[in-house]
């Protein structure tokens, strides 16, 4: 994998395109498809798009037969046309989670335009490598859910405001797409943190001036109909469904009144960052000591000057991440753009070789990787590790050996085995300069991904799906039934119900109407004390293989309850 870049100076220019498409290639494609909607976005995210695709209204999204306004709909209905357009060659889930790959292309593609922009030609493709390189981004990149079209929306957005100085209309075209991109995938979050970089770049004075301002009245006209069409049609439909979407699901959950955002401990984004952004970060750190003394002259001398525009856009991210109630690693995609941008100078300045250690030690670390993967595999192959047996420690739930032991699917095995040999064959030839550790870093995660997803595909999927649940609730459904009464089922769970088994649950705490069925499905936590259990006869009970959380019961209810 390192090789593509390591001794793509023996190739000419052509083929050096066609090496890095190979690499990009290598990171983007594994995982999109081949399995089923995992836990927990997937999960729910597919429930949305199985909605569009039934009813073909995406005006309301609807989960489990329920309104579900967290969400605007851009991703849910770009799924569902690429899920229809290629259900006749894949499932609809596989078709669906392509949507993913589709928005990670523009967001590959802008980041190489945008550092081009910003540093010259040449320097594209080391952002590129920066931002592949970053651990947090692989696997939300290849997961079915709307923060991919938010990256993508951001880095549109990215490229328009770096183009702006250069060509005014098409950037405030693009910025202005991006923004309504981003409104559209997840609400008022795009449109208010670009807002805030374009005010606190106007501080600069190479922002300043009719260019600028142009570019930025040709982004608003671009950017209106995304941001008012689908919320005047909500408005006109559902006036209550709007103040749900608007109030609660946009500020209730930032600033936390509503009670949906999702706390951590404090320093929970201090401690994610370490790794979440991979190499990117401490070359960031580095590119700003470099050029701290530099920064402020170069304001005054150099319209635009490179750092600027990546910097703001770092420092208005960080901010919101640190203000909102809300926190999980996913809401870091965002800060991955500038942070890759902020790195690139660090690796295209760095001319004199590195010491030989980092080589070593980059090599002996994914080698080591590959071959634990490929040892663990054949011994799993083998039988020699059984199902009963298996066990990762914390991640014992994400790895559960299927019943039937693991299966070998050539294809896979074939993939796995040439991306094995190509990192072999080309670790000989990686050199020391920065840009070839950092080329060999992204070879080396590459690597390590497309094993996971090939090798491993299957272990993975038994364990984070939820069709062998479904289909076991389906055998034990009493026939004939009135309807199915639920309580505790999550969103996942309902989602997955109604795409696997095509059940619509009614739910106690929603339906008051509910106790009058005959039938009661009950989510229960394993690390919470047990809530009594109705009244009634107990068909099935049981949960998803190696998880230790979630526990479900079927009853039969007594006819007068």
Known sequence: MTGIFSVAGKFPPWAKGWLAGLLVLAWLLPGLVGHDPWKPDEAYSMGLIYHILETGDWVVPTLGGEPFMEKPPLYYLTAAGVARGLAPFLPLHDGARLTSGLFMGVVFLC????????????????????????????????????DTALLAGFALALYGLALSRRRPALGGGWLGLGAGMGFLAKGLLAPLVLGGVVCLLLFFPAWRNRRF????????????????IWPSLLHQRHPELFDVW?????????????????????GYYLKALTWFTGPALPLALLTLWRYRGQASKTARTEPGAPL???????????????????????????????VALLATPAVTDSVLPLPRFWRTLLITLFSGLALLAWVVWLLALCHTVSAGEWDIGGWSESFVMPEGGMPFRGVDFGLALCASGVWLGSIRHMGQSARHLLAGWTGGVTLIWLLSMTL?????DYGKSYRTVVAQIQQSLPTPYTCIASRGLGEPQRAMLHYFGHILTQRVERDRSAPVCDVLLVQISLEKPREPLAKGQILWQGGRPGDTKEWYILQRLPIDQ
């Open 111 to 146: 980041i190489v335009l945008t550092g081009r922009e910003l540093y010259g030609r040449g320097n594209g493709c080391v952002a590129l490598l920066l931002l592949m390189g970053c651990l947090g981004l692989l696997p939300h990149a290849h997961q079915m859910i709307t």
């Open 213 to 228: 301002f142009a570019s930025l009245g040709v982004a608003l006209l671009v950017a209106l109909p995304w941001l008012t």
């Open 246 to 266: 608007f109030w609660e699901n946009n500020y209730g959950r930032f600033f936390g009144s509503s009670g949906l955002a999702t706390r951590q401990e404090p």
């Open 308 to 338: 600027q525009l990546p910097l703001v856009m770092a420092g208005v991210i960080l901010a919101t991440l640190f203000a909102s109630a809300a926190t999980r690693t996913l809401y870091i995609l965002p800060l991955l753009l500038p």
């Open 456 to 460: 491993w595909l299957p272990v993975i």
